[in-house]
């Protein structure tokens, strides 16, 4: 690749499973469960979690919990401990509960908002702005998440110039980050490139989160664009847990200790223990009581290798170590 | 991405599910179904088919039927139907079947090729060039395959410039192409781009065929890099079919129809039609009698929309079609 990637600087792996992996879960999660999980995960080199959503029970039971799992939970000073919050009740609620960072929703599509937020997108801009004044005199920052900032599942392409007037509005306004998510897996690396570049030649450091899923298997080819481009946040979920209402069995979140195997052997630093990790992910797999579409915790990394055959062992042995191929030119 | 993909020439699929996809299969795949998937392959775009393999039957029962299937398919004149063959004997039985080009696979690695083809590799590159002189007799070009190109299962990492050592051997005998073949799905993005730079630079408009596993998740990543570097030619499975014996449950080849599915919504040409082969790839999960790994047959394409719920169709009547947010200095 002709352009180094951003692999100077650390690469920030922000943990999702437990907002984004549970609200999809049809099984309810134990608070204990989520406080250990989230324990586990702040000693782990994650620099990010968002821990829960204070939303309304009735739409996302598993997180009914979110206020008790932000009292339970360890604060390690290096992690920073978000919330979702889709309204000022929400954040009013966060706030209350303790947590660091508000991350308000909204999509970039009128209909995607209005089936998940139950309001036209003008409305929940506005909630924006309240939750923006409220948390201003509480000093909690606030990201602005994009939902469907790469396609719609109800109307497909979403137009960039409205994804960015978007942005720019939250900017204005007094967000402390972006993130541009692919709710539904349908972001293309061209397209992610594309926009990482607009938004660090428009908005230059501010933070920007690329937040993708796998639903079409294109997870780490969209996070390797976003990193050629400049990227260095990244949402992603242990497990790969987090399907998609419109894809049952597809994959779900990029899943962390993929992407943080991705960038290991890339020698790109994330400061995440891969080993905790996988071994944290083989718990969420008997904690969730299913697969877990992540590769890694079935394949092993590529650096666990495998003992050969006996009988190739002692073919091993006669033919002497591994050689040079011969010549081109011997006979 | 600052490097323009090679977007303006097409990309090249090359179909390999009916030999490295059913050589896991653990059911036999009866001869008929071989040939009618093969005919349906052959209509749907596709450049290049490995049809099948001419080894021992005891190595591989599933491809024991080679030389009825190369008898019974029907040959569509813009597809090359190849044979992959280990030794003098797998090429000779390959010409008598008919095939268009022989692939003759040696591993990087001493221990991989002693333990896939029972021989040293110094044993495989002499049988290379008498396969390479029986085939310049019989006029059948012979490509190349090296297996286990960027890591080995049992040693790990493979010196490019033994990868690159026997390139040199292969061109200098007459092969007519090289295929880097990630066999067990151990190569990432940046070691994928300094392979096919190197080789581009060291033997130019020389035919390079990438083969990549989906082992860890990094399938379309390693696409992408690959694309990004100038590589045209790759090696796909229809389902992602072709597990690896040291990760069970772990997906194999890459997915045909998911990678021209990026292809397509990155506007790089294949020529592939993608709705046949997503058609396929659903008959193909009833043939082999389980799930595929392909995500795009579960997920559909990105353009694949949804009707939004009730509800939301009457709320978007009420506000109108979507329009632009408000500006940034609204109040």
Redesign the interface.
């Known amino acids: 690749?002709?352009?180094p990637?951003a692999m100077s600087g650390r690469i920030f792996i922000q943990e999702v499973v437990t907002r984004d992996g549970f609200q999809n879960e049809p099984e309810w999660i134990p608070t204990s469960d989520k406080i250990a999980l989230i324990n586990d995960l702040s000693h782990s080199g994650i620099s990010k979690i968002e821990v829960s959503s204070f939303v309304s029970p009735r739409a996302i039971p598993n997180l009914r919990d979110a206020r008790e799992v932000f009292e339970g939970i360890e604060r390690v000073p290096t992690v920073i401990y978000s919330a979702l919050v889709p309204n000022l009740r929400g954040a009013e609620a966060a706030i209350a509960a303790g947590a660091d960072e508000l991350n308000f929703v909204v999509s970039a599509?009128?209909?995607h908002n209005?089936?998940n937020m139950r309001v036209?997108?003008?409305r929940s801009?506005a909630e924006l702005r309240n939750v923006l004044a409220l948390s201003g005199t509480a000093r909690k920052p606030v990201n602005l998440t994009i939902a469907t900032a790469f396609?719609c599942?109800?109307?497909?392409d979403q137009s960039p110039?409205?994804v960015f007037?978007?942005t720019?509005?939250a900017?204005?306004?007094g967000a402390a980050g972006v993130t541009f998510a692919d709710t539904t897996?349908?972001a293309?690396?061209?397209?992610v490139?594309r926009s990482v570049e607009r938004f660090i030649a428009q908005f230059g450091r501010t933070p920007l989160t690329l937040h993708f899923h796998?639903?079409?298997?294109?997870?780490?080819?969209n996070?390797?664009?976003a990193l050629?481009?400049g990227a260095v946040q990244f949402d992603t979920a242990l497990g790969g847990l987090g399907g998609?209402p419109?894809?049952?069995?597809?994959?779900g979140n990029v899943?962390s200790e993929?992407v943080v195997?991705?960038l290991d052997?890339?020698?790109v630093e994330t400061g995440v223990d891969l080993a905790r990790m996988i071994s944290l992910s083989r718990k969420l797999t008997a904690l969730v009581g299913h697969?877990v579409p992540?590769?890694?915790i079935?394949?092993?990394?590529?650096?666990d290798?495998?003992?050969?055959?006996v009988d190739?062992r002692d073919?091993?042995m006669r033919?002497g170590p591994?050689g040079?191929?011969?010549?081109?030119?011997s006979n």
């Open positions: 690749m002709s352009r990637m599509s009128e209909t209005l089936a036209p997108t003008a801009l396609g599942p109800f109307e497909g110039d409205r007037s978007m720019e509005s900017m204005s306004w897996g349908m293309h690396p061209l397209q490139a796998n639903t079409r298997g294109l997870g780490l080819a996070v390797l664009a050629q481009s998609c419109f894809a049952p069995g597809a994959t899943c993929d195997h991705m052997i890339m020698a697969d992540g590769q890694i079935k394949a092993g990394r590529a650096c290798l495998h003992p050969p055959p190739v073919s091993l033919i591994p040079s191929v011969q010549p081109a030119n």
